[in-house]
Every structure is written in structure tokens, then in C-alpha cells.
């Protein structure tokens, strides 16, 4: 059974910063990439930040280009969600998910096993 927790949110000003962390635990069948969405109330959950099995290549949003970072530790399982210069428009529940092969998309389709999420608020 695969388990994916998230940590890290929180309440921020506008201009802060949040690390978000995710653990994945429970699987054995070698890395995968894995994704951060968000989901604002009333909004679609979209794709913010993916990245590769090995952690060699990432792609992030247009929206949070420049002010997010995605990094991994294969050692410890956990990948991370950097993100500074924090806006209102980032507020949202944020959640972890790992893909199906090396690399993925942005597109909830893709994905299968998803964490529960964990919630960021940034005030203006």
C-alpha cells in the first residue's frame, strides 16, 4: 500500500515563505516521479510542480515559475515543495502525488496514489 503524507503548511504573509514536505512510504517498486497539485476552494486541482524519478529535471508551473523550487531525497523518500515570495492566489490545500514513470505532467489524470494534503493560507 502506497502512503504518501504531506507537512509544512501553514499561514503566511504575502512575500513569506513555506517548505512543504512529503514522505512516501509503503512501495517497493523503484522511484517514481512524483508531483505537487493545489486545489483553492471552489477551483479545479492543478499540477504546481513535478519531478523526475531521479530528481534531475523538474518542471513547474507558469504560475509559480521563479518563486517555487521542487527538490527530492530518494534517501529519505521525501520530496520537497519550496516556495517563497508567496502570493494571496497561492492560497490552497496542497497535495503530493506520485506518477507512474520516470517523468510525468501536471494532469490529475496521470495519477493514482495522492496524500491528504496539507493547507496553505497567505494573507495579504
Known amino acids: 500500500q502506497v502512503r504518501l503524507v504531506e507537512s509544512g503548511g501553514g499561514s503566511v504573509q504575502a512575500g513569506g515563505s513555506l517548505r512543504l514536505s512529503c514522505v512516501v512510504a509503503g512501495y517497493t517498486d523503484g522511484r517514481l516521479c512524483l508531483t505537487w497539485f493545489r486545489q483553492a476552494p471552489g477551483k479545479d486541482r492543478e499540477g504546481v510542480a513535478t519531478?523526475?524519478?531521479?530528481?534531475?529535471?523538474?518542471y513547474l508551473a507558469s504560475s509559480v515559475k521563479g518563486r517555487f523550487t521542487m527538490s527530492r531525497d530518494n534517501a529519505k523518500n521525501t520530496a520537497y515543495l519550496q516556495m517563497d515570495s508567496l502570493k494571496p492566489e497561492d492560497t490552497g490545500m496542497y497535495y503530493c502525488?506520485?506518477?507512474?514513470?520516470?517523468?510525468?505532467?501536471?494532469?490529475?489524470?496521470?495519477?493514482?496514489?495522492w496524500g491528504q494534503g496539507t493547507q496553505v493560507t497567505v494573507s495579504s
Open positions: 519531478i523526475d524519478a531521479t530528481g534531475g529535471r523538474t
Open positions: 502525488a506520485r506518477g507512474r514513470g520516470f517523468a510525468c505532467g501536471l494532469s490529475v489524470a496521470e495519477y493514482s496514489y
